[in-house]
């Protein structure tokens, strides 16, 4: 079923699908999404936190289309936001306000001011500046906003630099003296309700220390908080789980991560909070995308596909590694390629020295475990439309992203005819 964790099935068929046929009925660049496999994921958490009462606050950022959005709203979970445009997303799709929590160091005021009035659960707060702006607009909206405070515990996630977050140095959260500060003057702000603690230490997390580290400072801050008697609500672990990319990662079971937030957090009553992005979605997804031509060049072979740095980012901005696989039941002789996509740029590069079966023009590659960091970073460099998505499930699918169009992608520009002075 999952393409990612199933290397025996044939690489022909996903959730069901035939690929080759969805395909020629969509085009390429594709990416395509297993429902089945998010709704695993999901209840696979969902089954490690039973008993607890915890909501699971998936991660927008990951993957906002609506389809999978929907998805996530079906099974009960929250979102994770971090923009007013992943609130506008996380509200159509069908998630309760109150199940929605706000993270990010830039919230602007009118973000802060559209949470309020969407009647938002609580924003996770990153500095005292911002602590001071939603006090001043919940202020002058009447609101109560309800809010964690971002601990930096200075963790360090041992994960790529680009996505890890908990270090004293990177610029999120505060560290656990300043957030001491601003619960000692609890009592100044009449409309912030402060009473929770938030953390996230980083992404792609494949070890379980950073996570009891982390948590263990947030654990301790709590029960100091208690004792010196200000209550805690709720506390949020963030997200991070890591998944498979390639053969010999060993990633950490769901059950093993809710247990250290167990220990940790032993005698906590209040309501947790989890942020999981990547983990519910990344290895349900995989782009779909011709090769165009080989190319022999001097030093080595070039598999030029259709799909580019556009399309996914990965590779190029973190030398991700993603699994390539043609789509193909046959067997064939190996050939080493460095795999990459038209736009002009030498980092436009999926792989390089990748051992692949050999290909020929017009044959159809998947690129695995690309459901999650994949659409959602894409742009039309290169002035390359944004790709079309489909939702898989058991042998059906569905188009839930048309391909842009080329109208879509210029709209909005115009000549400078209209000129004015300030
Ligand atoms: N919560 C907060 C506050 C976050 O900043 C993030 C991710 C998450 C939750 C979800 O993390 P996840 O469970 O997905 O690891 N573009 C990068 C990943 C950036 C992650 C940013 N923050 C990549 O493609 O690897």
Redesign the pocket.
């Known amino acids: 079923m999952n393409p990612a964790t199933m290397d025996t099935s044939p690489s022909t068929h996903f959730d069901g699908v035939d690929l080759v046929a969805l395909a020629e009925r969509h085009g390429t660049p594709l990416y395509a999404y297993s429902a089945n496999a998010i709704r695993q994921r999901i209840a696979g958490l969902q089954q490690a936190l039973h008993g607890m009462d915890a909501t699971i606050c998936y991660?927008v950022?990951?993957n906002g289309n609506r389809a999978i959005l929907e998805l996530m709203a079906q099974a009960g979970l929250g979102a994770?936001i971090?923009s007013a445009g992943e609130l506008q997303r996380a509200l159509r799709a069908g998630m309760p306000p109150e199940r929605i929590v706000f993270?990010?160091v830039g919230k602007n005021d009118g973000e802060i001011a559209e949470a309020l009035a969407a009647g938002i659960q609580r924003f996770?707060v990153e500095s005292l500046d911002e602590l001071h702006a939603i006090e001043r607009i919940a202020g002058e909206h009447g609101a109560m906003a309800r809010a964690a405070v971002r601990i930096n515990p200075d963790v360090d996630a041992l994960t790529?630099a680009?996505?890890s977050?908990g270090k004293s140095e990177n610029k999120?959260g505060v560290s656990i003296a300043e957030a001491r500060r601003w619960f000692d003057a609890r009592a100044t702000l009449k409309h912030v309700l402060l009473d929770g603690l938030h953390v996230?230490i980083?992404?792609?997390?494949l070890s379980l220390e950073p996570y009891r580290q982390a948590l263990q400072r947030v654990a301790a801050f709590w029960r100091e908080l208690r004792d010196a008697g200000h209550p805690v609500a709720s506390i949020d672990v963030?997200?991070?789980?890591?998944v498979r990319y390639r053969d010999g990662d060993t990633t950490i079971a769901p059950a093993d991560y809710v247990a250290v937030i167990r220990e940790a957090l032993a005698g906590f009553e209040g309501h947790l909070l989890l942020?999981?992005?990547?983990?519910l979605v990344a290895e349900a997804g995989v782009l779909l995308t011709r090769v165009l031509r080989i190319k022999h060049g001097e030093a080595r072979d070039f598999l030029v596909l259709d799909a580019a740095m556009n399309d996914l980012a990965?590779p190029s901005?973190?030398d991700?590694w993603h699994d390539i696989v043609p789509v193909s039941g046959e067997a064939r002789p190996r050939a080493v390629y460095d795999v990459v996509g038209p736009v002009c740029e030498t980092g436009d590069t999926f792989a390089q020295a990748r051992t692949l079966p050999a290909c020929t023009a017009g044959d159809l590659v998947m690129i695995r475990a690309t459901g999650?960091?994949g659409s959602s970073?894409a742009s039309t460099y290169n002035s390359r439309p944004l790709a079309a998505e489909v939702l898989l499930d058991r042998g059906r699918f569905a188009l839930v992203r048309r391909r842009q169009t080329l109208d879509e992608m210029l709209a909005g520009e115009q000549s400078a005819s209209q000129w004015e002075t300030t």
């Open positions: 991660a950022k990951a994770d971090v993270s990010g996770n790529h680009k996505i977050t999120f996230h980083g992404s792609q997390i963030g997200g991070g789980l890591g942020e999981p992005g990547r983990y990965r901005l973190y991700a999650a960091y970073m």
